[in-house]
């Protein structure tokens, strides 16, 4: 590629090398440091902490390690009680991703010394931001409910205790089991908007919550992390299925995207959708049907006529709503947990980043006027 030829959205360019996660678009092959995801998500004893390690320390830990880890992860749950005020004083109507990112940057109000390499200071940070955002995005829904948020329980694991500490109810195994895996699918995948947005700033050596927090930010628009919200909103709009082709056909006449289809690497159906769909009939089994899926079902099969020539089919977002649907999770809170995941990938990047570092700074091609006069106010 001609280095000065512009490349909207950076399509193609690669802008760092990285050994944390790979894709294959048009195999649908994702591994997370080299091994598919496909064997993690299956591995009975996979956990999203043991990924998360993975991802950040680049390679698989011992039981030692993992126990630390854990231990650890545990320990620091609890968020001091000046962010839980902090968060009271949101408005209700106000979207949970706006509080995630505002609570996740006030978190460097509190942990603020900035020691970039020192392998202890880093460690802090990353057990810190992995185990209170969980804690943060629980008490924003309990405190827009009118409710105080409760204190994690530290008996429970780290999937289990977030849905405890969102329904105030010990959750059904199988149903903890599942969302923990769905953590597992989102944690990572290369240089995608947000990861980017994370190690753009985190380039400029600020400090991690800066990092996380500018992360979230990027992850809330709806061509990334909210489409999987978009895509609950669209399926219920529907209703049933004989409103599946009339739509479609609306949204191709009107050039409408639709939501949870596409991607910008996959041009088969990612390999996480695959996965989801199949945790998602696990769970309909255990706990009941969703009737949302079979349209769900149905819509896929007509996307994929429509417009597989395209290398459009169905991405990660299309079956994660239903799942946390099912577990009672209210639609908005969907991006939020898509960023719960996701910090396991955006601090292995920042990480990385800080290995290699040089500040990002792109270069533009400007398409403006030259030398114009300065007209006065008073004359214009
Ligand atoms: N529905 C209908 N047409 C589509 C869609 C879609 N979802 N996605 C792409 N296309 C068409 C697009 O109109 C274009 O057609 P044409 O060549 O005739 O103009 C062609 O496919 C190529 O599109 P593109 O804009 O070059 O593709 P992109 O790589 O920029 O888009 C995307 C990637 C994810 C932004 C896009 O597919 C999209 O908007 N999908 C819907 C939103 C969504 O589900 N986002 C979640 C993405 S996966 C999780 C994540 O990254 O957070």
């Not at 409408?256 to 996959?266: L, S």
Request: net charge neutral.
């Amino acid at each position: 590629i001609n280095a000065c030829e512009y490349m909207p959205g950076l399509e193609g360019i690669p802008a760092a090398r990285s050994k944390i996660s790979f894709v294959d678009g048009k195999q649908g092959i994702l591994e997370y440091r080299g091994i598919p995801v496909e064997e993690i998500a299956k591995a009975p004893s996979t956990t999203f902490l043991e990924t998360a390690y993975l991802l950040i320390w680049g390679k698989l830990p011992t039981r030692v390690e993992l126990h630390e880890f854990e231990s650890d992860i545990r320990y620091h749950r609890r968020v001091k009680y000046r962010i839980r005020d902090m968060m009271k004083c949101f408005p209700e109507s106000g979207h949970p991703m706006d509080a995630l990112q505002a609570s996740a940057a006030a978190l460097g109000l509190f942990y603020s010394r900035r020691a970039l390499d020192d392998p202890q200071y880093i460690r802090q940070a990353v057990v810190r931001l992995l185990a209170k955002i969980p804690t943060m995005v629980a008490a924003f829904q309990l405190i827009r409910e009118g409710n105080d948020p409760i204190q994690p329980n530290d008996d429970l694991d780290y999937s289990t205790n977030f849905l405890y500490m969102l329904t105030e109810r010990i959750p059904d195994p199988l149903a903890a089991r599942i969302f923990d895996i769905c953590l597992t699918l989102h944690a990572e995948h290369t240089i995608n908007a947000s990861t980017f947005s994370a190690m753009v700033t985190a380039s400029t050596l600020t400090d991690p919550y800066a990092v996380v927090a500018s992360a979230v930010g990027t992850l809330a628009g709806p061509l990334h992390g909210g489409a999987n919200e978009e895509v609950i909103a669209m399926l219920e709009d529907m209703g049933s299925p004989e409103n599946i082709r009339p739509y479609i056909d609306r949204c191709l006449a009107e050039k409408k995207r639709i939501m949870g289809f596409g991607h910008r690497v996959y041009k088969v159906k990612d390999p996480r959708a695959s996965i989801l769909q199949g945790l998602a009939e696990q769970l309909f089994n255990k706990i009941g049907h969703d009737r949302l899926y079979d349209i769900a079902v149905e819509m896929e099969h007509v996307v994929e006529e429509k417009l597989g020539h395209k290398g459009i089919y169905a991405n990660v977002d299309f079956y994660s709503g239903l799942v946390y649907r099912r577990l009672g999770i209210p639609t908005d809170l969907f991006t939020p947990i898509f960023a719960i995941a996701r910090v396991a990938g955006w601090l292995a990047h920042w990480k990385e980043q800080l290995a290699v570092n040089r500040i990002f700074r792109p270069t533009q091609q400007y398409i403006g006027q030259h030398g114009l006069p300065y007209v006065p106010v008073t004359e214009r």
